[in-house]
């Protein structure tokens, strides 16, 4: 790496893009997917033990209370998201992950010695400001970490560990919210100390994670970046015993120039505009329909189907296998076929599909194991369209105000898509009309179609792209003198 006054011709962009797939990439896969297991196990929690809450060992809540506590871990997910998204961009991306994980577990462990309505509902908010956090840094991390051709199906497949934290939160459900194995006073307490347990366990292994070379770079710390760099080639060249290719081609770095709230309105609303739209699109659609039916899918079943509270995990947990293997399976192809074709497929297929589910619940020829059966189909393809989503605001940004942008999206998708919704069904559930939660289905079935087709309209062809090409760094140098993505 050369250096000129405060210009830096670089090439560890490149230089992570051609490393082999080793343990030093799995690593990062299970150290920073612990968090969607985290909300996964977290959502999951709530929506089993939705019924519970409305008992006297609960806390007496009501069916649209619960939607409520639902919307306000939203609400704190996207406090969460802008904060701390900011300060991911400023401070790193790994003083973040570590940080917000650890606040994540106070305030879940806490969340289980709530005692009324009011401090569930703080607890709930405050989890969720962790969990929002942890989105931004994590997602900023795995993408400027990971090589440009496994970079969709890894994000989809980190993306989805959220659907394991559901299995396991159904298992919990299962053992913890039987009357006959637990006293249900504590057991839906009991619930919530887990996830604060993987939490702190992961935090350790979190500490094996470097931070993001790109980071680095873009904020004058070469020789940190260097040293970091040069460590992981180390890792990865003594596990595969490969002995590593010249990179192709180089970027100029000039790190004063410097990134504020301004610039960072100038690259979503100013330079891509498109892309924030495209974004905002995936992420309001897949958040409401997401956020509408799952947060709810306890009381659906207990309401309209007659399922006992303490039997909602044995639902739960097909259905989160089908959301688990849809990214898994499809993902590669996000890669090989393109961000385009796929992410626009899999919206208006889940969307199609909601429909004609729809349609049966509607003339009561489903039961609850063949709504089940449905919604885990529907998910298969909702699942990888969701988290392409996360995907799609992750990398069609610079890398200076990444961790900003994917919280502003993110921020905005829940707000409109996830806080309003779980309140939304809720209420349609309480009235006991089919007919009422139909329309919900219809609305969420639409919106998704409509996210579809944004896609075809605005997608980016990311697939198999350098970070630095799909979106140009604030801070590259474009000088008349600059050899940007010179060949070495």
């Known amino acids: 790496m050369g250096q000129n006054s405060q210009i830096y011709h670089t090439d560890i962009p490149a230089r992570l893009d051609r490393l082999p797939w080793s343990r030093w990439h799995w690593l990062i896969i299970i150290s920073l997917g612990i968090t969607w297991i985290l909300d996964g196990l977290e959502v999951t ?56 994980l650890v606040w994540y577990a106070v305030f879940t462990v806490l969340t289980g010695l709530s005692w009324n309505f009011f401090s569930f509902g703080v607890f709930r908010f405050l989890t969720g400001v962790g969990i929002g956090g942890e989105y931004a840094a994590i997602n900023s991390a795995i993408d400027e970490l990971i090589p440009a051709r496994r970079r969709g199906w890894t994000d989809l497949a980190i993306n989805s560990s959220w659907w394991i934290g559901t299995m396991i939160g159904s298992l919990e ?33 979190r500490r094996l994670v470097p931070e993001s070379p790109r980071w680095l770079l873009t904020h004058g710390r070469v020789q940190e970046a260097e040293k970091v760099m040069a460590e992981i080639e180390r890792r990865i060249s003594q596990s ?28 979503l609303f100013g330079q891509y505009p498109k892309r924030t739209v495209l974004s905002l699109s995936l992420m309001v659609t897949q958040a409401f329909l997401y956020n509408a ?50 992410i626009a497929g899999t919206y208006l297929v889940s969307g199609f599909l909601l429909l004609v589910s729809a349609e049966l619940f509607l003339h009561h020829l489903l039961t609850a194991t063949t709504i089940t059966v449905a919604w885990s189909i529907i998910f298969f393809f909702a699942s990888a369209g969701a988290s392409s989503a996360y995907l799609t605001a992750s990398e069609i940004f610079p890398v200076e105000g990444r961790a900003m942008a994917i919280a502003f999206v993110y921020a905005v998708g829940t707000l409109v898509g996830g806080v309003v919704a779980p309140p939304i069904f809720g209420a349609l559930i309480q009235t006991h009309s089919i007919g009422h939660v139909f329309t919900g289905y219809l609305v969420g079935a639409f919106l998704m179609m409509l996210g579809g087709v944004t896609a075809l309209w605005l997608g980016v062809k990311a697939e198999r792209q350098p970070l630095e090409r799909v979106a140009r760094p604030v801070t590259e140098s474009v000088t008349p003198a600059s050899h940007s993505f010179s060949n070495l």
């Not at 947990?317 to 385009?340: C, E, S, T, V």
């Open 45 to 100: 929690i709530v929506g089993s033990i939705g019924s519970v809450l409305q008992q006297h060992v609960g806390l007496n809540l009501t069916a649209g209370q619960v939607g409520l506590e639902a919307g306000l871990y939203l609400a704190g997910g996207v406090t969460g998201a802008l904060v701390l998204g900011y300060l991911t961009d400023r401070l790193g991306r790994k003083k973040l992950f570590l940080w917000t």
């Open 173 to 205: 459900s299962i053992l913890l919210l039987n009357p006959h194995l637990v006293n249900p006073y504590w057991g839906w307490r009991l619930t919530f100390l887990l996830g604060a347990i993987l939490a702190l366990a992961v935090v350790l292994v």
């Open 240 to 267: 595969t015993g490969v002995t590593l290719t010249k990179p192709q081609w180089a970027i100029d770095i000039d790190p004063r120039n410097t990134i504020g709230m301004g610039t960072i309105a100038q690259i």
């Open 293 to 342: 039916i799952f947060f709810t899918e306890s009381l659906v079943l207990t309401t309209f189907f007659r399922v006992n509270p303490a039997d909602v995990g044995y639902y739960i947990f097909p259905f989160a296998i089908g959301n688990l293997l849809g990214p898994w399976i499809l993902g590669p192809l996000f890669d090989r076929w393109g961000r385009k074709p796929m």
